[in-house]
């Protein structure tokens, strides 16, 4: 974490949960949106470098966090999450980007 997360941020809790409940494909279409491979290193998340990090995502009016996908930076393995109203939301964001960020490069 980075930027203003802690692990008791209500954002990190809601990751961790929602990881959680991730089943097998879910969790490689997680894997492919936030760093580029389907699967993780031998050793697992410890072993990726640089290590998985999440900073918050700041909104820009008139939208609120709500209106915002998480993104981001694979060669990284930085995770910028907006802080989400609820749980229902973080996870609709959430699935919406896995499936719809599959393969696709954006500058955020």
């Known amino acids: 974490m980075e930027n ?3 692990l008791e941020s209500p954002e990190v809790c809601m990751f961790i949960e929602f990881l959680e409940l991730l089943d097998q494909a879910e969790r490689r279409l997680f894997l492919q949106f936030v760093t580029g491979a389907p699967r993780l290193p031998l050793g ?3 072993a990726l470098h ?3 990090r999440l900073t918050p995502r700041q ?3 008139p939208l609120k966090p709500d ?3 998480p993104s981001v930076m694979t060669c990284m393995n930085l995770i910028k999450l907006p802080k989400y ?3 229902k939301v ?3 964001r959430w699935k919406q980007v896995m499936v719809e960020g599959q393969k696709s490069f ?3």
Request: charged share 5%.
């Open 106 to 108: 954006h500058l955020s």
């Open 67 to 69: 209106d915002y996908l």
């Open 44 to 46: 697992g998340f410890h």
């Open 4 to 6: 203003g997360f802690s």
């Open 90 to 92: 973080f996870s609709q």
């Open 85 to 87: 109203s609820s749980f």
């Open 59 to 61: 909104a820009v009016l």
């Open 50 to 52: 640089p290590p998985l």
